[in-house]
């Protein structure tokens, strides 16, 4: 139980596109998920939280307008890197708290972002 | 000075010896400390789960937190070559609906 999967696993794009990635609760519902971003031989740094329904609360020096994310469900949030640019290649990672109660986050795959 | 620092290795060992790992974090309002097993591109996956200070042992895997010094550790028993990966360590200030602050990571090779 309690799996987190993420689509895609790994995108190459062209420099000024946008790429959405979706981070979806399999077998549980979330009522947060959080956005990680990991650079090479680096560590997670949260992006963003975001509660099913509301606004997600970003973290500093995150740029809202830059990295969209919609928590539409309470199975799935969306990250879209709008204009993205090859500073934007990275490793972006997601969790997911289940609704039903507990501390433990689980963990998505993550998802390999380059960006040419 | 960062919330968490970790030493990044990395940290070769031959297999069947007593690994330790350590974290230092700066806040003594965190409470949870967490230690997660990361494989090459692939998100991270819990391995042990300690609150306040104390030791917690699951297997080959020992975690010892010593509030005041701030500092946990985690201890590995008889290394295995599966084991080779990188180990974050991970505090929280609470429970439940609170972000996680991350280590940097070490990276693990136990060698055959």
């Known amino acids: 139980g309690a799996v987190v999967s993420q689509h895609p696993s790994w995108v190459i794009c062209k420099s000024g596109t946008s790429v959405k990635i979706e981070c979806r609760s399999l077998?549980?519902?979330?009522?947060?998920m959080f956005w990680y971003r990991q650079f090479p031989k680096q560590s997670l740094m949260l992006m963003a939280t975001?509660?099913?329904?509301?606004?997600?609360?970003?973290e500093q020096g995150v740029e809202k307008d830059k990295f969209l994310i919609n928590h539409a469900s309470l199975t799935l949030s969306t990250l879209t890197v709008t204009s993205a640019h090859p500073e934007d290649s990275s490793f972006y990672i997601c969790?997911?708290?289940?609704?039903?109660?507990?501390?433990?986050?689980?963990f998505g795959p993550g998802t390999r972002l380059t960006v040419t | 000075q960062k919330e968490v620092e970790q030493d990044p290795g990395p940290l070769s060992v031959p297999e069947g010896a007593i690994v330790s790992l350590n974290c230092t974090y700066s806040?003594?309002?965190?409470?949870?400390f967490m230690w997660y097993r990361q494989y090459s591109r692939k998100g991270p996956e819990l391995l042990m789960y300690?609150?306040?200070?104390g030791n917690k042992e699951d297997g080959r895997f020992t975690a010892q937190v010593d509030k005041s010094s701030k500092y946990i550790s985690l201890f590995i028993r008889d290394s295995q070559p599966s084991d080779s990966a990188t180990y974050l360590c991970?505090?929280?200030?609470?429970?439940?609906?609170?972000?996680?602050?991350f280590g940097k990571g070490t990276r693990l090779s136990v060698i055959a």
């Open positions: 969790s997911a708290l289940p609704l039903a109660g507990g501390w433990e986050q689980y």
């Open positions: 077998d549980f519902q979330a009522t947060t």
């Open positions: 975001s509660n099913e329904g509301s606004k997600a609360t970003y």
């Open positions: 806040n003594s309002a965190f409470q949870y």
């Open positions: 300690t609150y306040s200070s």
């Open positions: 991970a505090i929280s200030r609470n429970s439940g609906n609170t972000p996680l602050v």
